[in-house]
């Protein structure tokens, strides 16, 4: 919806992704077609508006079940994303360590595997049987083994990663700092934060999701007090559950903080919703209990 600035935000989130919003079509606030998620009229609206501006991918705010996004591919005849394959997308992007490469993979895997073009999910319950023969439903079957099969390599890598990130927090525990980290809406300025308290060069830019690795710093407070001062991966309303669970490892090191600084920009014109999309989230990460500190 344009009140809460959703819309806005997809469209920040599709040009991070590198696109060029051309138009836009704001469906009635009602119950979405199960087949196409928009109705009759809406749909012949973006039909039109697809071919007017030559526009090569549509793209929703609301997450389309595999039906819906086949569907509508077949119909407006562009590529169809929604709101978690533009997330995914910026984040395959942005990926620098080899941790969060391990992490996007994992998680655009989850989200292409019930999307792969064929039957879909009843495949599974047919098991064979009348229709189900010939070379076009054993290659998708090949296919779904194989990603279930990287899924599962990618699991035990990353297991080794959580293994390894132990093993680095015992040193850091012996020095026994506090750990304070900074947390908020993507975009929000945390490493903008970061960068004046610490002098670190860590990348800062004015768009949607330029941090996605945890950065440490030392930080010497005037009393002399040292502390470490970790800078994490944005928040964002209605962040894809595939990312939670990808991006869980990294998250994690918000469990070892003694203090979150929860950011929010002042300037954004929706400051409540992005610093309660914050605190949803941080409630899903089992963090609530934290002591926090809002930061303006």
Known sequence: SEEDGSLEELEALVESAGGQVVGKVLPKKSKPDPAFFLGEGKLWELKNEISANQAVLAVF???LTPVQ???LEEELEVKVLDRTGIILDIFALRAQTKEAKLQVEKAQLEY????????GANLSRLAGGIGTRGPGESKLEADRRRIR???AVL?????QVKANRQLQRVPRRRLAWPVLALVGYT???????FRLLTGAEVGVEDRLFTTLDPTYRRLAFPNQLETLLIDTVGLIRKLPHQL?????????ELQEADLLLHVVNLASPYKDE???AGVDLLRELGLEEKPFITVL
Do not use: M, Q
């Open 187 to 193: 975009n929000a300025g945390k490493s903008t934060l």
């Open 274 to 276: 992005e610093y309660l």
């Open 155 to 159: 699991n035990r890598r990353l297991k």
């Open 61 to 63: 705010d609301d997450e």
């Open 149 to 151: 099969t990287r899924i």
């Open 112 to 119: 292409i595997l019930p999307r792969l073009t064929g039957e």
């Open 244 to 252: 939670v669970d990808a991006f869980r490892a990294t998250l994690e």
């Open 69 to 71: 996004a086949r569907n």
